[in-house]
């Protein structure tokens, strides 16, 4: 399988769109780094994908997975939103992946919560009347986790959350009891760190179009409640400012992971700030491919007179990169995670138990690899 390859060598109105403030989503989130595989703060290198790990750690699987017979475990997956781009690639591996270790696309159950707590909350309370083996959550919202955990665990059910992760105090309370969840996903720290360095990678000269000595950027949040959002939004701008960049937030504002969302949000910031913008930062490539409409619309040229970057490394967004009109991306690797995510489960499902955090890493995408990453994730 093709797809198995890859982690081995790798508001549309006002009322729509909410203004963070500059500098916003700096909170400090409360998530911890846990034993994640990567680095503090993501120094990466611009890489070809390389992640071990997950080629690792899906090759003991399988092995285990010859072994075992899971065509009559039920695994029940609730996603937070079926129409979010990157999930959709997220579970569409999963499933693929998991029938590949020998479950049943039958007793695969994935339900789309609809981006709505309670009725994520129902689907779980569902799930635990059936009597699943095992269950693998995206929460809507990661604050849900304690609640989730509590009646998941009283049910004896083994737990594995998914790309929105719980915080410190959460994961603690899994350890602290010897309970069997973990959480699966990738360092958001890095990802954010990744953006900053492809502009930093350009140089002061090349980015600096009014030649003020600074960069004036504008930031497109996906949902704020969300640590991946938190934390792209500031390792990206910190990245720069490590770089000895001096840099100016014009407006930072949130598209909720969304296209047309986005889409609104840059093309209202063009028209107040025109020129001024020399880069836009997206939390995500969905709202990078909205950000590059409304520059193409208002007239400018990215990787000319205006910078953009993403992350996920979205089919469309990797072809936007090789024809120049997208500046980079991060490949946010939903092969690697959807892998470990499921040899979680079948651990939990064997009796066996995971480490509490099982970290992955993220890719920094330019013209340079993009074609590549394209080739794997196609
Ligand atoms: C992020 C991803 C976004 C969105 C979000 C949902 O990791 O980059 O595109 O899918 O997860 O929680």
């Given amino acids: 399988m093709k797809k198995k390859v890859v982690s081995l060598i790798l508001a549309a109105t006002m009322i729509a769109t909410m203004v963070t403030g500059c500098g916003g989503g700096s909170d400090e989130p409360a998530a911890t780094d846990g034993a994640a595989t990567t680095d503090e703060a993501g120094t990466a290198d611009e890489a070809t994908p390389a992640t071990e790990t997950g080629a690792a750690d899906a090759a003991d699987a399988a092995a285990d997975a010859a072994g075992g017979d899971y065509a009559d475990k039920v695994v029940g997956v609730c996603i937070y939103q079926f129409s979010d781009n990157f999930m959709t690639l997220f579970r569409t591996e999963l499933e693929n992946y998991l029938i590949a270790q020998g479950f ?82 990738c360092d958001a720290k890095q990802s954010g760190t990744m953006q900053g360095e492809l502009i930093a990678d350009l140089g002061l000269e090349t980015v600096d179009k009014n030649g003020d000595g600074k960069i004036q950027y504008i930031m497109v949040e996906g949902d704020p409640e969300n640590i991946d959002a938190q934390y792209r939004t500031e390792y990206s701008v910190k990245a720069l400012e490590d770089a000895g960049f001096e ?50 619309s208002a007239g400018r040229t990215v990787n000319e007179d205006i910078y953009l970057v993403g992350v996920d490394a979205l089919s469309e967004a990797l072809e936007d990169v090789i024809a120049g009109t997208m500046t980079g991306t991060v490949f946010n690797d939903h092969f690697s995670q959807s892998h470990s995510a499921a040899d979680a489960a079948i651990r939990f499902v064997n009796g066996e138990t995971n480490e509490y955090y099982i970290g992955c890493d993220y890719v920094k995408v330019t013209t340079e690899n993009a074609q590549e990453v394209l080739d794997m994730v196609k």
Avoid at 142 to 159: F, G, H, Q, R, W
Avoid at 266 to 272: R, S
Avoid at 281 to 289: I, K, S, T
């Fill in 104 to 185: 049943s696309k039958d007793n695969i159950k994935i339900v789309d919560g609809a981006n709505d707590q309670a009725t994520q909350t129902g689907q779980i309370d569902n799930f635990i009347a059936e009597g699943v083996d095992v269950l693998i959550i995206n929460p809507v919202n990661s604050s849900s986790a304690e609640t989730i955990t509590d009646k998941v665990v009283a049910a004896e059910i083994p737990l594995v959350y998914i790309n929105r992760e719980p915080d410190a105090s959460e994961e603690q309370r899994w350890a602290d009891n010897n309970w069997n969840v973990t959480y699966v996903g």
């Fill in 247 to 296: 840099v100016e937030c014009l407006t930072d504002q949130v598209g909720n992971w969304q296209q047309d969302q986005a889409q609104q949000i840059v093309a209202n910031a063009l028209g107040q700030y025109g020129d001024d913008i020399e880069v836009v930062f997206c939390n995500n490539d969905a709202m990078a491919l909205g950000a590059l409409q409304a520059i193409q």
